[in-house]
């Protein structure tokens, strides 16, 4: 039985366009063996400028991008499905679920990759792994099923996991064979909550029995924290051994630098991620090697007011050597306060619009 090729994937709007370029330059550099002689972005809007440079790239290491257009089908779905939100104002993120739609034929085995990762070992294991008759493959994101049903995670197919979409691998024959495109429409219809657009979608749509656990080195999350409180973080669970977590912390294979966690993004001057020397690293081989690093806001412009500024405390935390359970406290204490202001400015707005009301009422 001939083994499909491994493919890669970004989807990307301009914005990420850098980022991406070096993620992909950490994978040609760590993946000399990759086989096929394309890899492919889903175009979401990037400039003739970026494409360039992105293609520089690839040609640099023998390889070509094939650039695929999924744009007009995700703006008709969330025309059908108004709750099926962008994220930081582009679809696409939104265009894993809809993989069957948007990939030729002939991609068998398709490694989804976000942008603000970077590939700094092999994934030459991806290649050979065995799905077992299983659709997608993923990395389990770091909670037990006592946290879901809070705030933006919830699963309500009866999944006793919860996956992060950062790094997704798709056997596309099991896919279309297990119809999960219907497994998608069905849930759309649902109209859960979407805050997370991509992730919560996938989540609740596709169930346990088709999903295969990867190794979290190929998804490696957890690098803003301090590693004293890393090792309990990566426990929860229980999804990985020891020796599973021991090289996801020593020998990533593709470190996430994970959402909007301002001390997380190696982009950012003041980084307190502890791989952060990686995304250096190839970003030095890349063509934005002289693009200076980002500015956080909070560096600038300070914030002023309490919650801005317990916000800002309360990310800090994560990096510094404490006790994981004096971390979980001050999180339990700092979200208290938060849901506290929250409720006190709905109070207050009701009492605003009830006072809008009664003077309408007395004119």
Known sequence: MNRPMLYICYSINDFFAREAG????????????????????????????????????ATHYGRRITYLKAKSLTNELKRQFPHLKSWRGTMAPNAKAFVDE????????????????????SVAELKTIDMSGKALGVVPACLRKKDFG??????????????????????MNNWRRENCHQMIMDTLHKKINLEWPDQNLLNNAIPESII??????????????????EQTLLHKGNWYSEQEIEEAILR????HYLGGWIMARPWYEGCRSTHTEEYLRYKAL????????FVHDTDTKPPTDFRGKLCYWQLKQYSKNQ???????????????FRVMDKFQELKEKRKSKGKDDKKTSI
């Open 22 to 57: 070096i993620s992909l330059t950490g994978f040609f550099e760590n993946n000399p063996d990759y086989e096929p002689e394309e890899v492919f972005f889903i175009d979401y809007g990037i400039r003739p400028i970026n494409k360039e440079k992105l293609d520089s790239i």
């Open 102 to 121: 948007i990939f030729p034929d002939y991609v068998e085995r398709l490694l989804f990759i976000d942008a603000d990762t970077v590939v700094a070992g």
């Open 150 to 171: 809070k705030g933006k995670i919830k699963l309500e197919n009866g999944n006793q996991m919860y996956f992060n979409t950062g790094v997704l691998l798709y056997e």
């Open 212 to 229: 295969k656990l990867l190794p979290p080195k190929f998804n490696y999350l957890t690098h803003y924290y301090h590693p004293r409180q």
């Open 252 to 255: 990533p294979a593709i470190i």
């Open 286 to 293: 890349s063509p934005w090697r002289d693009s200076p690093l």
């Open 323 to 337: 006790p994981y359970r004096l971390t979980l406290i001050i999180d339990k204490v700092c979200n208290k306060l």
